[in-house]
Structure formats: structure tokens, C-alpha cells
């Protein structure tokens, strides 16, 4: 399927959802497309979703109404490419972050209840320090210093490297999923066994 054929495609599935199932006219196909165009067909389905979140959101809270337009999920991708452009590149993934954070950022929760997205300690969330939302907030080690705050999803527990490497190598032989179950159910039997 050429890259174009998949622009058309995409956007006719999504306007598809955005009316609950009934199929776009060919001109508003054409109009989403002329819109999107300087939109790269690789991000195009990821930016007119994250519009839609968004939509629904606004809607949510009684901040918005009908459906998305073209000029919503211009929008997205104008702030995302803000955000590229002054922190310079894709966040960095560090998967042996003890704060389990995704890509720097981390989930709290303060003692009222409400979640908040603050950058991380590790050197990902070092990387939103340029991004302008997180330029002037703390790390999460300070939100979690306050009273009644806490993780909106706890930290996994962490493993150990030799016990990382073990897993790597069963990976290999039983595929990831397989081998993180054989790790879990093990580490129980040894924790029942001590018990």
C-alpha cells in the first residue's frame, strides 16, 4: 500500500469513529487530507488520536463540544514539534529507573487524590528540563518528599542485574513473556520456601 493510499485510509478510519460508525463523504476525506498534509504519513494516525484524547477530554469538562477538525490535530503536531524542537530530540527510554518512569516522566498523586505528571530524577526526565511545561517544576523526588503525596502507580519491584541478566538469557530460550513468568513463579517458591 503506497503512503498515500495509508494517509486515505487513516483518515477515513478515524473519521469513521469520530461519527460512531458511519462512512465520510469523499470531500471530507479530502479536505482531512489537503488539512493534514504536512503531517508525515508515519505520525499521522498517532496525531489525529492523541486530537481525539484530547477532544474528548475538553468535552469531558465541559470545555468543548462536537468533533475534532483538522486544526485540532494540527495543533498536536505544531506543540509536539515545539517540544522536539527545544528539547532536541525523542525523550531517552531508561528501563532501570527505580521511579519506573516512562520516558522521564512520572505519575503522583497528591493527598487529595488528583494525578500529576512531574519529570523524572533519572537522566530521562533530565531531558524535559528544556521542555517549557516542565522547565520550572521539580523532580519527583521532591513531590514525593511532601506529605501525602505517593506514586499514581507503584514502582515495580526492582531486580537485580545478575537476576536481569537471567532473564535475558531465558528470554532468549522461551521468549520475554515466558521468561518473566518462570522468573516470578520461582522467586515465589523461594519466598514460600523461607516462609
Known amino acids: 500500500m503506497t503512503d498515500a493510499r495509508r494517509r486515505i485510509e487513516t483518515i477515513r478510519l478515524h473519521l469513521s469513529a469520530i ?3 458511519g462512512a465520510p463523504t469523499s470531500d471530507s476525506v479530502a479536505v482531512w487530507l489537503r488539512e493534514l498534509e504536512a503531517i508525515p504519513e508515519q505520525i499521522l ?5 492523541q486530537a481525539r484524547s484530547e477532544h474528548a477530554d475538553r468535552v469531558e469538562v465541559g470545555k468543548g463540544w462536537g468533533h475534532i477538525t ?3 490535530v494540527l495543533r498536536v503536531h505544531k506543540r509536539a514539534l515545539r517540544i522536539s524542537a527545544s528539547t532536541g530530540s525523542e525523550a531517552p527510554h531508561n528501563p532501570g529507573c ?3 518512569c516512562s520516558s522521564g516522566r512520572v505519575s503522583v498523586r497528591d493527598p487529595q487524590g488528583y494525578d500529576y505528571c512531574v519529570r523524572c530524577s533519572c537522566f530521562a526526565g533530565n531531558f524535559w528540563r528544556e521542555a517549557e ?3 520550572n517544576q521539580r523532580d519527583v523526588e521532591d513531590f514525593l518528599s511532601r506529605p501525602g503525596w505517593d506514586y499514581a502507580l507503584p514502582p515495580a519491584p526492582k531486580i537485580s542485574e545478575s537476576h536481569q541478566r537471567w532473564i535475558s538469557s531465558r528470554s532468549e530460550q522461551v521468549g520475554p513473556a515466558q521468561a518473566a513468568q518462570d522468573y516470578w513463579r520461582e522467586r515465589r ?3 514460600a520456601e523461607r516462609g
Open 45 to 49: 494516525d498517532e496525531r489525529i488520536r
Open 19 to 21: 461519527s460512531r460508525g
Open 70 to 72: 483538522p486544526d485540532d
Open 189 to 191: 517458591r523461594r519466598e
Open 133 to 135: 511545561i516542565f522547565a
Open 98 to 100: 527505580g521511579h519506573r
